[in-house]
């Protein structure tokens, strides 16, 4: 059974900051990783999405890596602004479609 | 090209009554999942469906709820004698129809479902 475990749950820090965010999950065996941003009482954005023959993905700010073996994918957030506050999720999925969700980590960017 | 629709928004119960939880997909998408988020917690497989089948409900309690998506109309999950328990965020996501994991998983906004 897939579990998908993300580290710190909660993170502060000041505006311009470089920072990571941290997942891990069980099962090597996943299709794609994604990560997703919810802001409070809303529903999830994508962010990056990294299939498992790629080993990371690049969108403005952001970089995802995946790291198969070892069960990691982290999120890399350069430059980081107080809009940038929100709780991001990442989910692994397998290719019957299951998604399994992190718990989140909750990024607050001072201003 | 409307995103994933779900209604209503907000949808408040009394303990024993019936909770309909309603989700439109992508235009052209055909697959629907649904998903569960408690506070403070992740997002939480339910069921997963396409027209007229239920493809995996592995995440669907045994009782009280179900989720159907007819050949017209949105994707309905139901929830029977609704408990304060219940009370949670429903998230529904919609898939284009070619399948496999290629697909992203586009979501809706959300139900908040609040159990009095």
């Known amino acids: 059974k897939q579990e998908v475990t993300q580290i710190p749950a909660a993170l502060s820090v000041p505006e311009g900051e470089n920072l990571v965010l941290n997942c891990s999950f069980t099962?090597?065996?996943?299709?794609?990783l994604q990560w997703f941003r919810q802001d409070p009482g809303k529903g999830l954005t994508s962010l990056l999405l990294?299939?498992?023959?790629?080993r990371e993905q690049t969108s403005g700010r952001l970089n995802a890596s995946l790291d198969k073996s070892s069960g990691r994918s982290t999120l890399y957030i350069a430059a980081s602004q107080p809009g940038d506050s929100a709780t991001y999720l990442c989910?692994?999925?397998?290719?019957?479609?299951?998604?399994?969700f992190g718990a989140g980590t909750r990024l607050t960017v001072k201003p | 090209n409307a995103g994933v629709m779900q209604n209503p928004r907000h949808l408040v119960r009394r303990r024993g009554q019936e909770a309909r939880l309603r989700c439109s997909p992508m235009?052209?998408?055909?697959?629907v999942y649904w998903y569960r988020q408690l506070p403070e917690e992740g997002l939480k497989f339910m069921v997963y469906?396409?027209?007229?089948?239920?493809?995996?409900e592995s995440g669907m309690p045994k009782e009280r709820f179900s989720a159907e998506f007819p050949k017209e109309g949105p994707s309905i999950l139901r929830i029977q004698q609704v408990v304060r328990g219940d009370s949670a965020a429903y998230f529904c996501?919609?898939?284009?129809?070619?399948?496999?994991?290629?697909?992203?998983?586009?979501f809706g906004p959300g139900t908040r479902l609040t159990v009095l």
């Open positions: 235009k052209g998408h055909s697959h």
């Open positions: 990294i299939q498992s023959s790629q």
């Open positions: 469906l396409q027209k007229e089948n239920i493809i995996d």
């Open positions: 099962d090597s065996a996943i299709y794609n």
């Open positions: 989910a692994a999925r397998r290719a019957n479609n299951d998604m399994r």
């Open positions: 996501a919609s898939s284009p129809p070619k399948g496999g994991g290629e697909d992203t998983q586009y």
